[in-house]
């Protein structure tokens, strides 16, 4: 396996594929031969996978075809690491944050960051409340990722941060926003699914000929049509790197929410990383790991983790909204 690529180099790795089984959810494999290239963004490990429709067609054979897929390969890394650049709530110099500190004024926005917000109200709406990208002022509070010895926020505190969420707040029009002072905004939900939809449609222009899949931190999507499926494993949260399931994946998108790799424990207590917007807390009778598959990345994103946020009524949620999935429970 290729090593990964440095955070700031601008060239995804490439390999060849045929030594590996399977595309896994977390860190990717696949089953028959093409190209690889893998990048770090969002703080996941990100792959980008190539193989040429036609067994043993002249794409599959050309060496200067590598050359056109390496570069490729770097145009759809380049456009995932720019979202991460404009929407991260941690770097200083995002647009996410120069949103948040503009608080209590009306801001301009780009037609982008309009979609985002209004796809974020859609999400809202669906989820009855549960799912609020206003909820930055209590996600800030949790220090999930920062070991053992970190303790979880005190009820003051989250009380206090909770008066500063609500997304009915806002005020949207046309591409001018305004954001109640003391507010925030987490697109964390919604910004890893949107990359990959648009890595998946960069690669889908300079590689029409090639099926295709972009896997970013196991949420994943593939090209329309692939003429050979792609098997997808499903990881086990009861064993990590193992899946629970394999799958299949032509067309479409799989993502999957749960809280089995980022939590905080502390004093012999779990707290997982998904936090209900109205309590302030996690949230409670949640499954473990939830998998949709939907048209596009960031609706299966969203579905999966709105059934997350739906604790013991994640299975009729996504009973509801007609889609397959899979749901792992303690």
């Given at each position: 396996m290729s090593p990964l690529a440095d955070l700031d180099d601008q060239q995804a790795v490439i390999s060849d594929e045929s030594e590996y089984p399977f595309v896994d959810s977390q860190y990717g494999r696949k089953n028959l031969k093409g190209l690889r290239g893998e990048f770090?963004?969002?703080?996941?490990?990100?792959?980008?996978?190539?193989?040429?429709k036609q067994a043993g067609s002249k794409a599959q054979d050309d060496k200067i075809d590598q050359e056109r897929i390496t570069q490729a390969f770097s145009r759809a890394m380049a456009e995932v690491k720019c979202i991460e650049a404009k929407y991260s709530r941690f770097s200083e110099n995002s647009v996410l944050t120069?949103?948040?500190?503009?608080?209590?004024?009306?801001?301009?926005?780009?037609?982008?960051?309009?979609?985002?917000l209004k796809?974020?109200?859609?999400?809202?709406?669906?989820?009855?409340?549960?799912?609020?990208?206003?909820?930055?002022?209590?996600?800030?509070?949790?220090?999930?990722?920062?070991?053992?010895?970190?303790?979880?926020p005190s009820d003051s505190?989250?009380?206090?941060?909770?008066?500063?969420?609500?997304?009915e707040r806002l005020i949207i029009e046309d591409n001018h926003f305004f954001l109640p002072y003391g507010m925030g905004i987490d697109l964390g939900g919604i910004a890893k699914e949107y990359a990959a939809d648009r890595a998946v449609e960069v690669l889908r222009r300079e590689l029409p000929e090639y099926d295709l899949l972009v896997n970013l931190g196991g949420d994943m999507i593939a090209?329309?049509?692939?003429?050979?499926?792609?098997?997808?494993?499903?990881?086990?949260?009861?064993?990590?790197?193992?899946?629970?399931?394999?799958?299949t994946l032509k067309s479409g998108a799989l993502a999957t929410s749960g809280h089995s790799r980022r939590y905080l424990l502390h004093q012999g207590k779990r707290y997982g990383h998904i936090i209900d917007p109205s309590t302030?807390?996690?949230?409670?009778?949640?499954?473990?790991?939830?998998?949709?598959?939907?048209?596009?990345?960031?609706?299966?994103?969203?579905?999966?983790t709105l059934a997350m946020l739906q604790g013991e009524g994640a299975e009729d949620f996504l009973s509801r909204q007609g889609v397959v999935h899979h749901i792992i429970r303690g």
């Open positions: 770090m963004a969002m703080a996941s490990r990100c792959e980008l996978l190539a193989r040429p120069q949103i948040n500190r503009g608080a209590g004024d009306w801001q301009a926005i780009d037609d982008e960051t309009l979609g985002l796809f974020a109200e859609h999400c809202y709406r669906l989820s009855q409340g549960r799912f609020d990208v206003t909820a930055e002022p209590v996600l800030a509070l949790w220090p999930f990722g920062a070991g053992e010895s970190a303790a979880p505190k989250i009380e206090a941060a909770l008066a500063q969420v609500g997304f090209s329309p049509g692939c003429e050979r499926p792609w098997q997808i494993g499903i990881e086990d949260p009861h064993k990590l790197d193992t899946p629970a399931r394999v799958v302030g807390y996690p949230i409670k009778g949640a499954p473990i790991s939830v998998s949709v598959f939907a048209p596009s990345c960031v609706v299966a994103g969203m579905l999966a």
